[in-house]
């Protein structure tokens, strides 16, 4: 016979609510629905009484998942956890379903009791999570025919436009694919849940990753050709959600040789030149810094480029290595072997290098041997994700470098950002009204009488084809405007009509922002 855990906390309850005859925690629920302050005043009795908090929102970082062992259990004997990066919930459909969290709990869960209507939807959702998880690998898509098959698909999305990622993800009833093309998120299929299910295992079999348990993220990379194409190196990320994994490969074109150049990338021709003759200091600490995708690794390699020209011994550390050059000795990081980042920079300080180049500065050890290599005769060219020099030296004195030693260590920052090239096929031009033209103060330069502006075809993506870097150049981590250099290396595009307003008003000073997109966004 059930026992109510909610309604003997509660007075003055309606009549003919039908709370005498409550048979479960929702009938609970509903009987008690006309009560003012409901859930606040069962709160403060619950925790008293029983010891156990009340949850009446789906605690922030969060997602629910059916304990091991537990996937029989009926109501109102039911419990799920509710896991986070920081905290898990043990949540209780009722109070008598304690004793399986008491056989069940781990140390970092805790143990609660949950709105029942509440609880129920937490519950069909980790229900949907379990059947939506992808069954072991068919063992048809293992062969040599789904390989190929695998490879002629990712062949097929880097065709049409150079996308540099693809989206596979998990929905009620199958898959949604998507591509990032020059950074923007487009549609590309609606995929039945076999054939999603088929590409998400051949991706996962491809990257060597079918050991790994299913409810946890992972990480692994494979390389795929199509035809006579160039090998292209996929980096793969896995992350558990909630109708099974979202997948995220992401493509790393190897450089054509022209597209190196520094003047090519987006260099104005005084950073260029400014960069070749910094680098005939033989020592000193180079950073690239910038959010995810906007070209560091690029930059670092058209870098190397120049070291390369003067015939110099360089050693890189990356991870992934995006692309084999000549002339170069690249190593890849592995973890699972052994090999980290520092472990790797320790080795190559033996083999007496002149230029270094570490993918990422990610950790104490790795900082800490950088800015040791810069300071005793080499060439340290590492990216590092930061928005402006402040923020590289927060990020320094949180691997536990002192700011001054990081100063005093750099021999150049280089800031970049991608911004969307207008299509020259469907590309037309706007009249820039006379007072806008006039309120200029704190920009680079006059707006131009025409502004381009993004249209749309089928040739481009929304208006635009391409991206191009702007770039700050520094020779120290003083306090500077970052935002304000960035807009000073685009503004030539949006006067050549190469770049919209649109894609620089994030640099343009604030109190200009504003006035600017009311003009023209």
């Known amino acids: 016979m059930y026992e109510p855990f909610l309604i003997p906390h509660l007075k003055g309850i309606p009549k003919g609510s039908g709370a005498a005859s409550a048979g479960s925690p929702i009938e609970e629920e509903r009987a008690i629905q006309g009560i003012p302050e409901l859930w606040e005043k069962l709160k403060g009795t619950l925790l008293h009484s029983t010891g156990l908090p009340l949850l009446t929102a789906l605690p922030e970082g969060t997602f629910p998942r059916i304990p091991d062992g537990t996937q029989l259990q009926t109501s109102p004997g039911r419990v799920l956890l509710l896991e986070g990066p920081v905290e898990s919930w043990f949540v209780l459909e009722h109070p008598s379903a304690l004793q399986?969290?008491?056989r069940l709990q781990k140390d970092r869960q805790r143990p609660a009791l949950a709105r029942p209507s509440l609880f129920l939807e937490w519950y069909s959702r980790a229900l949907a999570h379990e059947d939506a998880k992808p069954g072991p690998l068919p063992s048809d898509a293992i062969g040599e025919k789904s390989i190929v098959a695998l490879h002629e698909f990712l062949g097929q999305l880097n065709k049409p436009r150079n996308a540099s990622d693809w989206h596979l993800e998990p929905v009620k009833d199958g898959y949604r694919s998507r591509l990032r093309v020059d950074g923007q998120l487009l549609k590309h299929a609606t995929?039945?849940?076999?054939?999603?299910?088929?590409?998400?295992?051949?991706?996962?079999?491809?990257?060597?990753?079918?050991?790994?348990?299913?409810?946890?993220?992972a990480d692994g990379a494979f390389h795929f050709r199509n035809g006579f194409q160039l090998d292209i190196h996929a980096r793969v990320s896995l992350v558990p959600a909630f109708h099974?994994?979202?997948?995220?490969?992401?493509?790393?074109?190897?450089?054509?040789?022209?597209?190196?150049?520094?003047e090519q990338l987006g260099f104005r021709p005084r950073q260029a030149e400014q960069i070749r003759a910094l680098f005939h200091h033989p020592d000193g600490l180079w950073l690239v810094a910038g959010p995810t995708g906007s070209g560091k690794s690029t930059t670092l390699y058209s870098l190397l480029e120049i070291a390369r020209e003067w015939n110099e011994k360089i050693l890189t550390v990356e991870d992934p290595v995006?692309?084999?050059?000549?002339?170069?000795?690249?190593?890849?990081?592995?973890?699972?072997?052994?090999?980290?980042?520092?472990?790797?920079?320790k080795a190559f300080m033996r083999q007496a290098p002149d230029t270094i180049l570490i993918g990422e500065i990610r950790d104490e050890e790795t900082a800490a041997i950088a800015l040791q290599a810069?300071?005793?005769?080499?060439?340290?060219?590492?990216?590092?994700?930061?928005?402006?020099?402040?923020?590289?030296l927060r990020r320094f004195q949180d691997l536990g470098q002192s700011r001054g030693i990081v100063r005093a260590s750099c021999a150049a920052v280089i800031h970049q950002r991608l911004i969307g090239l207008v299509c020259r096929v469907c590309c037309c031009q706007r009249v820039t009204p006379l007072e806008t033209r006039e309120s200029s103060e704190g920009l680079p330069g006059s707006l131009p009488e025409c502004l381009a502006v993004a249209?749309?075809?089928?040739?481009?993506?929304?208006?635009?084809?391409?991206?191009?870097?702007?770039?700050?150049?520094q020779t120290s981590l003083s306090k500077s405007d970052t935002r304000h250099s960035l807009l000073d290396s685009g503004w030539p595009l949006l006067v050549r009509q190469q770049t919209t307003l649109e894609c620089l008003l994030p640099y343009f000073p604030r109190l200009l922002r504003r006035k600017f997109t009311l003009c023209h966004v």
């Open 455 to 473: 249209t749309g075809c089928q040739k481009c993506v929304r208006g635009y084809s391409g991206r191009g870097g702007i770039f700050d150049l």
């Open 374 to 392: 810069a300071n005793s005769g080499h060439r340290v060219l590492a990216s590092i994700h930061a928005s402006s020099n402040q923020g590289i």
């Open 244 to 262: 099974g994994r979202t997948m995220v490969v992401r493509f790393l074109h190897p450089p054509a040789e022209g597209d190196l150049n520094l």
């Open 322 to 345: 995006e692309a084999i050059r000549p002339g170069l000795q690249q190593a890849q990081v592995d973890e699972k072997a052994g090999l980290t980042y520092a472990i790797l920079l």
């Open 191 to 217: 995929l039945k849940k076999k054939k999603g299910d088929w590409l998400l295992n051949s991706v996962i079999h491809a990257a060597d990753l079918g050991n790994l348990p299913q409810d946890a993220p």
């Open 100 to 102: 399986l969290f008491d």
